[in-house]
C-alpha cells in the first residue's frame, strides 16, 4: 500500500516537473510520517524513500534512533523553545523557524554543540486562514534576523498554503513565496545556498511544483489519514 502510493506520489511529481519544464531531481520529496508507526516508515524506506518529516520534537526523537541511520529527518512543525535541543544536529534542516527568538535559540544550541544548523524561515502567506509561519509583513525582519547568527545557515523559505478545495485557490500563495526568495536574497550571508522552497502538500503538490518548490511535505497520500494518539515508535523490520 505505502510502496504503491509513494509510486503513484512519484509519478504525480514527475508529471509537474514536465509540464513545468523542470528536471525531476529539483524536486525533493519528504514523506511525511507524523503520527505513524516506525513500522510504516520502514516500509517507505524499503520503497525507496529515503526523506522524512515529522512536527513533533518527541517523535522525531523516538522514530530515529529505531530506524536507517542513512534517512534524512526533516522538522516541519512549530517547533518550543524548550524542545529545540532535541531537534538541533537530529534534523537535517528546520523547516519552521517563525521567529526571531526561536531563530537565537537554536543558534545557541547550535552553538553549544559546535554544529551549523540548516533552517528554512516558515512565511505566512497565506494570511488570516495559515495558522502557521510570521506574518509576510515581519519576513523581512526575521530573515534578516536569522543572516546575522553565525550557528544557523539560512537555505530559504516553507509556507503551509491555507487548506483549499481546488488548488488552484492557492497558487498565488506559492508565487508570492518564490518572488519572496528573490526579494530576501540579497540580505543572506550566502545568497547562492538561499535557494529552496518547502511547499506543497497532499492537496497542492502540484501547483507548488509549477511555481518552483524544491521540497514537497507529503503526508496523507502516502501514508494515509493521520492516526491520533501518535504511534509509539517500536523497532521497525528493516527490509533491505
Ligand atoms: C502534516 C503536514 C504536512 C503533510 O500534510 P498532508 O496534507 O498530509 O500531505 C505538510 N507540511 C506540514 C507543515 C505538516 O504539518
Known amino acids: 500500500m505505502i510502496a504503491e502510493n509513494l509510486k503513484a506520489v512519484r509519478d504525480r511529481i514527475a508529471a509537474a516537473c514536465e509540464r513545468a519544464g523542470r528536471a525531476p531531481e529539483s524536486v525533493r520529496l519528504i514523506a511525511v510520517s507524523k503520527t505513524k508507526p ?12 529515503r526523506l522524512f518529516g515529522e512536527n513533533h520534537a518527541q517523535e522525531l526523537t523516538a522514530k530515529k534512533p529505531v530506524l536507517p541511520q542513512d534517512i534524512e529527518w526533516h522538522f516541519i512543525g512549530n517547533l518550543q523553545r524548550n524542545k529545540v535541543k532535541y531537534v538541533v544536529g537530529s534534523a537535517a534542516l528546520i523547516h519552521s523557524v517563525n521567529s526571531e527568538a526561536l531563530a537565537k535559540e537554536i543558534d545557541r544550541v547550535a552553538g553549544n554543540r559546535g554544529l551549523i544548523q540548516e533552517v528554512l524561515a516558515e512565511i505566512n502567506v497565506g494570511g488570516e486562514e ?42 498565488p500563495v506559492f508565487k508570492r513565496l518564490r518572488e519572496m526568495l528573490a526579494e530576501f536574497r ?43 494518539p501518535a504511534k509509539a515508535a517500536e523497532a521497525p523490520k528493516i527490509k533491505s
Open 38 to 49: 516506525a513500522e510504516a516508515v520502514a516500509e517507505a524506506y524499503a520503497a525507496g524513500q
Open 130 to 171: 495559515s495558522k502557521q509561519g510570521i506574518d509576510a509583513d515581519e519576513a523581512r525582519g526575521l530573515v534578516e534576523a536569522i543572516a546575522a547568527l553565525p550557528h544557523l545557515r539560512l537555505r530559504g523559505l516553507m509556507t503551509v498554503a491555507p487548506p483549499a478545495e481546488d488548488p488552484e485557490t492557492v497558487r
Open 186 to 228: 540579497p540580505l543572506t550571508r550566502e545568497p547562492e545556498a538561499f535557494d529552496q522552497l518547502s511547499m506543497g502538500m497532499s492537496g497542492d503538490f502540484a501547483a507548488a511544483i509549477e511555481e518552483g518548490a524544491t521540497y514537497v511535505r507529503i503526508g496523507t497520500s502516502i501514508f494515509g489519514p493521520r492516526e491520533y
